[in-house]
């Protein structure tokens, strides 16, 4: 069983910057694939980013490659999502997963969530 708890939403304007914090308990996060996603409005839950459990292999969404970076800290039990360059389609509540394995995680099955923090980006 894993849980998992995101910090660090909140108001941002365009062009700014926010990192997002995902706690995890357990000591299968060293071992299980991390990885954040988003639900706008009136949309469907999209995947953002993900990190395999090795800290080797990344994947982004095309439309935040080069703007996030998903990383972790071992130590802390966390994974942080570093979001540069804002833009007001941005704006969504951002969920973190976690998934034994990247491939899956990524299609968004069998995930462990969490209860989601909201970002929005306006000025």
């Known amino acids: 069983q894993v849980q998992l708890v995101e910090s660090g939403g909140g108001l941002v304007q365009p062009g700014g910057s926010r990192r997002l914090s995902c706690a995890a308990s357990g000591r299968t996060f060293s071992t299980y694939a991390m990885g954040w996603f988003r639900q706008a409005p009136g949309k469907e839950r999209e995947f953002v980013a993900a990190l395999d459990w090795n800290d080797v292999n990344t994947v982004y969404a095309d439309s935040v490659k080069g703007r996030f970076t998903i990383s972790r800290d071992y130590a802390k039990n966390t994974v942080y999502l570093q979001m540069n360059s804002l833009k007001p389609e941005d704006t969504a509540i951002y969920y973190c997963?976690?998934?034994?394995?990247?491939?899956?995680?990524?299609?968004?099955?069998?995930?462990?969530w969490g209860q989601g923090t909201q970002v929005t980006v306006s000025s």
């Open positions: 997963a976690a998934n034994p394995l990247m491939a899956i995680l990524i299609r968004a099955a069998g995930n462990y």
